[in-house]
């Protein structure tokens, strides 16, 4: 992860995570996808809005934030452990049911996301169902707070998941968010299946 844009969140973390925005709607989708009590990691989980969700329906949930800061008051308002854990400390085998990655893989640069999302692939079950989303565009750069971003294309992104394993397409939507700079954003919104056994 860009480490300009992860000083960041560890300087505003609990500015961040005042402002945290209610679950995505596309969650309720995405665990109705995995067997009951399953095994989900949660990448990026910022304040741990996501995360109270899968806790309540009574997932297994390894929650993980790149930033220290924002897992301790993720873990203290949940009541439940959040590890510190930037994505490529990752390093699981078939151990998940889900990934469940909200606007964080955008983050990493370019050149590095085939490397994470093979990291992802190992992590997940056979079968297991993997989520994200991803600003749209198709170059690099940095919004008004100085955050990095990889814009992607649906078409580079797809060539970039085929590169880190097979995977099976469940859905591919996109949507427009308020972002925390106060600028809209086109998102892409990405649910696949690891192959099964």
């Not at 873990?75 to 078939?94: K, N, Y």
């Not at 008004?144 to 992104?157: D, K, N, Q």
């Amino acid at each position: 992860m860009d480490e300009t844009t992860l000083q960041f969140y560890r300087r505003n973390a609990q500015f961040y995570a005042d402002w945290a925005k209610a679950p995505s709607t596309r969650l309720k989708d995405f665990l109705a996808l995995l067997p009951p009590g399953g095994a989900i990691l949660e990448l990026g989980c910022g304040a741990g809005n996501h995360a109270a969700v899968m806790l309540a329906e009574g997932f297994s949930l390894r929650a993980t934030d790149g930033s220290p800061e924002m897992a301790a008051i993720a873990s203290r308002r949940l009541g439940h452990p959040v590890e510190a854990m930037r994505f490529d400390q990752l390093d699981a085998r078939e151990a998940y049911d889900g990934v469940w990655a909200s606007a964080c893989l955008l983050h990493v640069p370019r050149d590095e996301l085939a490397g994470i999302l093979g990291r992802i692939h190992r992590a997940l079950k056979p079968s297991g169902v993997f989520y994200a989303s991803y600003k749209i565009g198709e170059v690099d750069g940095r919004d008004s707070l100085g955050r990095y971003y990889s814009y992607v294309s649906p078409e580079w992104l797809a060539t970039t998941y085929a590169s880190a394993g097979p995977w099976i397409t469940l859905s591919s939507e996109t949507n427009v968010i308020q972002s925390f700079d106060q600028t809209p954003a086109s998102m892409l919104n990405l649910v696949v299946r690891k192959p099964g056994a």
